[in-house]
Structure formats: C-alpha cells, structure tokens
C-alpha cells in the first residue's frame, strides 16, 4: 500500500506534466462550447423550421446522439475519421471534433427551449415591420433566447468540462492524464487522482458559483 | 469500408473458427456471446448503481428540505456539490485505487461492488437535486397541513411530501435513469467486462474494430430506448395531472 501524499506534487512537478494538460482542457471546453453552441442553434433552428425535410435529420441527429455514451462516441471518431478522410489524425485534434459534434446536440435542445421561450407574437411583429427570417432571428429572436438560456448554457459548459476528462479513452493529454503521467513517474499515481478530483472540484465550484451570481443577476433584470 | 464482415461475431473467441448458427456450445465462446455477456455486465452494473443512487439520493434530498436542521441541510448540501463537482471518470478511478487503501471495510470488495458504489453516489448527487426541487415545489401548505394533523416530521414525508414528490420528478428521474446505462461506460477504465471494454478487447482481437464497434453502438441505443419505453410507461401510470416539476436540462 502506498501512502497518499498530496506534497510530493510541487509546482515544479505540476508545471512540467500537468500544466499542458490543464491548458488542454481548457481549450477542449472553450472550443467545444463554441462550436456546439454555433452548430447546438443551427440544430435547433432546422428543428423548429417546420419543414419536415429539415426537422427530422436533425432530430435523428440529436436524439441519436443523446443516446449513446460519450465514451463511445470519442472512440467512435477516434476510429472512423482515419477512414473517412484517408488519414490519421491525433486524439487532441481527434477529441475537438468529437467534442463539437457531440455537446452540439445537447446545446441544440438548451437552445430549442430558449427559441420556444420568446413569445411567436415578436416573430410575428419583426414580419411586419418587413424583416426577413434571417433577420427576425439574428435581430429579435436570437439575443434575447441566448440571454435567457446563459444560465443553462453555462451549467452545460461545465458539464462538459467534467466531461473532457472522458479522452483518456483514447489517450489525448488532458488534465487527469498530465496528472496521470507524474504520478507515475513519482510513483505516486493514487495521489495524482486525488490531486486530480481537487483541482476540477475547486475549477468546477467556483465555475458554478459564478453561473449562480450570473443567474441572480439576469433574474432580476428580467 | 466497402467490405463488412458481419460474420465476426459468429467467430469463435478462442480458435477464430466460424461457429454455425452463432452460439457455441460448452466452454467455447463466440464474439456474440461474448458481446451478450458484456452487456449482462452493462445492465448489472447501471441497475444496481441505480438502486444505490436512488436509496442514497433519496436520503440526501430529504435531509435538504429538512425544516429547523441546518447542519443536515449543509451536509445535503455538501454531499451534492461534492459529487456533482468531480467528474465521474475522476471518481471511478478514487474509487477503484485509493478508497480500498484508506476505508479497510472497503479493502476486500470486488472492483465492479466498488464501481456500482461509485456511479451510484455519483448519480445520487443529482437525484437528490432532483427530488430537493420536487419537495420544494409543493405548496408549503402541504408541509404544515401535515404538521397541524399532528405528524411527526417522518411521517409527513412518508404520507403527505414524499408521495407528491416522487411522482412529479418522474421525468427528471427518466432522464436520469438514462443518463445511468449510459455513464456505465466509464467503468471500462478499471477493467470491468462491460460493453465498452468488450469493443476495445474484441476489436483489437479481431482487427474488425468498426463491426465490433457498430455491434456495440446499437446495444447502447437498444439500451437507452427500452430503459426510456419502461420509464414512459412508469410515467404514464404515474403522473398527477398538472403537475410537472421543473426537469433539469442538459447532463449526460
């Protein structure tokens, strides 16, 4: 049995392994959140287009995805990209377009609920005063469900920030890797999971501590 | 990836010989069977994790609405933020290498007793979310209508609280149940024989990753469509009209 010491990983250790996976992680989460939010509101809009031809691929998509594990889906792209576009590609590079792909999905129906929370009577006045339906949304519709649905956006983002830890599947360095990689080296790698579950509870509390303080705030200006 | 070979499945695990009608028979195995099995796992693993996350999660919701006890509201309270804030991935592996070292009474249990531990409390987290949101969005009327019946504190939540609340979280709670099967995926990371691990085995085995893979991916959405079919039903049967809770969005 190895003793669990937290003292053995100095900012030294820290630096030299974990930083790059931290920086990873983070990377993964904003980049992630930016695209599944970018292509989560294109997702949503074709759902509630009304158009059957646009509504039902994407509600395949969606609901396909939602029932599968994310685990699987990382090891899925992971083996079927190589394939598709004829060569291989990195697991961090690999792990991005999994992870766009996949929160897609789950941000599409925050963003279908934020749509369907704006009364149809906006949409109905930005039509008579001319607007065409790309504008009605950039201009009217859009805003005010992002500005609604910021609180859930968020709540998902750190969501998925738990859930970049999920390409150990397939070896990418992220944080619990990095921390992985020195406990191993120290000997230590209980330790380094303990390390791990302290750095994302005090990333991921105070991550929600603010989404909370943000959510008051909108609350009441509303 | 013109040329699928469904017929892997039907291989024998041991010889690689093609068994006729896919089910071998004795002490040999074919890849089905072998996939049968770790879908057995899948299912053992997520029902049983789920018994645990509603028993604990029950528990923990109810201490956070308790009136006049801050200390077992801020233990609730902690219990969530605790499991809520670590990711699931993080706390199979603590689950898996450090608890055994530091808790003895947990020294000799079988890796798949301490994963089911693991997912269970995890998930516990946020059942007890859920069920706290559904006690509370009863009218506080109900709560002192039982205490001026004279009810203990037990007692209004048995008969008055709990009967309502439960039953307007049941879409949370599908969602939820869903989120289970699926999570249990992580367990391939300490070795458990579940369906993931059995993709990563088999198709390395076999160098057919992508059937293995396919075979694989339609378990989990057969899965995740009959747990949500059986959950509807429960639903249906369940539900007090007009009354909704708020469900949470988004998760896995």
């Given at each position: 049995m190895e003793p669990v010491q937290l003292?053995?990983?100095s900012w030294e250790v820290f630096s030299a392994f974990a930083l790059k996976g931290l920086y990873y992680s983070l990377f993964l989460t904003l980049i992630a959140t930016l695209g599944g939010v970018f292509f989560g509101t294109l997702l949503a809009m074709m759902r509630l287009s009304g158009l059957k031809w646009l509504d039902m691929p994407a509600a395949i998509y969606v609901n396909g995805m939602r029932s599968m594990p994310l685990v699987m889906v990382i090891l899925g792209f992971f083996l079927m990209v190589p394939y598709l576009i004829g060569r291989p590609i990195g697991a961090e590079f690999s792990a991005i377009i999994t992870f766009i792909a996949f929160e897609a999905a789950y941000f599409s129906e925050i963003m279908r609920a934020g749509i369907q929370s704006i009364s149809r009577g906006q949409m109905f006045a930005g039509q008579a005063l001319g607007m065409t339906y790309a504008q009605n949304m950039k201009l009217v519709v859009l805003p005010q469900a992002f500005r609604n649905m910021l609180p859930v956006l968020l709540t998902q983002t750190i969501i998925l920030f738990q859930d970049t830890s999920l390409v150990y599947a397939i070896g990418a360095y992220d944080l619990l890797k990095g921390l992985e990689t020195a406990g191993k080296n120290l000997g230590q790698v209980k330790s380094a999971y303990l390390l791990a579950a302290v750095i994302y509870f005090i990333i991921c509390s105070l991550l929600s501590f603010l989404v909370k303080r943000l959510h008051k705030k909108i609350a009441i200006i509303r | 990836m013109s040329n699928w070979d469904w017929q892997v499945f039907c291989r024998?695990?041991?010889?690689?010989d093609q068994v006729a009608g896919c089910f071998a028979t004795g002490r040999d195995q074919t890849y089905l069977q072998w996939m049968l099995q770790a879908w057995g796992m899948t299912v053992t693993v997520s029902l049983s994790a789920l018994l645990v996350a509603l028993i604990v999660g029950s528990i923990i919701g109810v201490l956070r609405t308790l009136p006049d006890s801050p200390k077992l509201v801020a233990f609730g309270n902690a219990w969530v933020e605790f499991f809520r804030n670590i990711p699931l991935l993080v706390q199979i592996f603590i689950w898996n290498y450090v608890v055994p070292d530091v808790i003895p009474m947990t020294a000799n249990l079988p890796p798949m007793v301490l994963i089911i531990l693991g997912l269970g409390f995890f998930t516990s987290a946020r059942v007890a979310e859920q069920l706290r949101s559904g006690i509370q969005a009863l009218p506080r009327g109900q709560r002192y209508a039982g205490m001026a019946l004279g009810l203990t504190t037990p007692q209004y939540y048995r008969f008055v609280l709990l009967p309502m609340a439960y039953r307007i979280i049941m879409p949370p709670l599908t969602s939820e149940s869903m989120n289970i099967f699926k999570n249990s995926a992580v367990a391939f990371a300490v070795s458990i024989p579940e369906l993931t691990q059995f993709y990563l085995q088999a198709g390395e085995e076999t160098g057919k990753q992508i059937e293995i893979y396919l075979g694989v991916l339609a378990a989990y959405v057969l899965t995740a469509m009959i747990v949500n079919r059986v959950m509807v039903f429960i639903e249906g049967r369940l539900r007090v009209p007009g009354m909704v809770a708020a469900g949470g969005m988004g998760g896995h």
């Open positions: 003292s053995v990983f | 024998d695990t041991v010889t690689g």
